[in-house]
């Protein structure tokens, strides 16, 4: 699967890459639709972003994540097996963000974006650093590290299991942004 992303990645980016004026981050009205493979723990995803300027240095968006969850297996001290059942909506979330954009305020090629943000989700708090190259007028890769710090979600009242694999985890996004303006 990395093999295989990475020579997606290669060949946007050998596509694209004429464009000595392209920005990946053009402030107010900059609107970008982004797509990426996500990673947490051992579980694999997608992730599709929407983020909008307000300002030179600020943006905010919202985002929403689907995990391809098998249904776990645990073992207790005792060594019986557990099989959970993984209910639809343990393997989403949805949530809206902030990122403060640092290309301008340290001067960087306009061609660089990198950026920090602060999430809140159906299922928790995090924060997220990340970068976004851009290959073109319209097109750039984007990459981003999320650690989650706090929790809104967990077991329901009955005291069932429910999972939350975004709470409280780091887990990185890879993918392609695309720009709709």
């Known amino acids: 699967m990395k093999k295989f992303i990475s020579i997606i990645l290669i060949s946007v980016t050998s596509l694209f890459s004429g464009n000595a004026l392209a920005?990946?981050?053009d402030g107010d009205d900059?609107?970008?639709?982004?797509?990426?493979?996500?990673?947490?723990?051992?579980?694999?995803g997608i992730e599709l972003q929407s983020d909008k300027g307000?300002?030179?240095?600020?943006s905010f968006g919202a985002r929403i994540t689907y995990?391809?969850?098998?249904?776990?297996?645990?073992t207790d001290s005792q060594g019986n097996t557990y099989t959970f059942d993984i209910k639809g909506?343990?393997?989403f979330n949805l949530g809206a963000f902030v990122r403060l954009h640092f290309s301008e305020t340290f001067k960087l090629?306009?061609?660089?974006?990198?950026?920090?943000?602060l999430d809140i989700s159906l299922k928790g708090f995090a924060a997220h650093g990340g970068a976004k190259y851009s290959l073109n007028d319209n097109f750039c890769v984007f990459g981003q590290f999320t650690n989650g710090f706090g929790s809104l979600y967990n077991?329901?009242?009955n005291g069932d299991y429910n999972a939350n694999y975004f709470?409280?985890?780091?887990?990185?996004?890879?993918?392609?942004?695309?720009?709709?303006d």
């Open 109 to 117: 090629s306009e061609k660089f974006d990198p950026f920090l943000g």
């Open 67 to 74: 995990l391809f969850v098998e249904n776990p297996q645990i």
């Open 30 to 44: 900059d609107s970008q639709l982004i797509l990426g493979y996500v990673r947490i723990k051992d579980v694999s």
């Open 155 to 157: 077991a329901n009242d």
């Open 167 to 180: 709470a409280k985890q780091s887990y990185i996004t890879l993918g392609l942004s695309i720009r709709l």
């Open 54 to 58: 307000v300002g030179d240095v600020v």
């Open 89 to 91: 909506i343990d393997k």
């Open 23 to 25: 920005q990946a981050y």
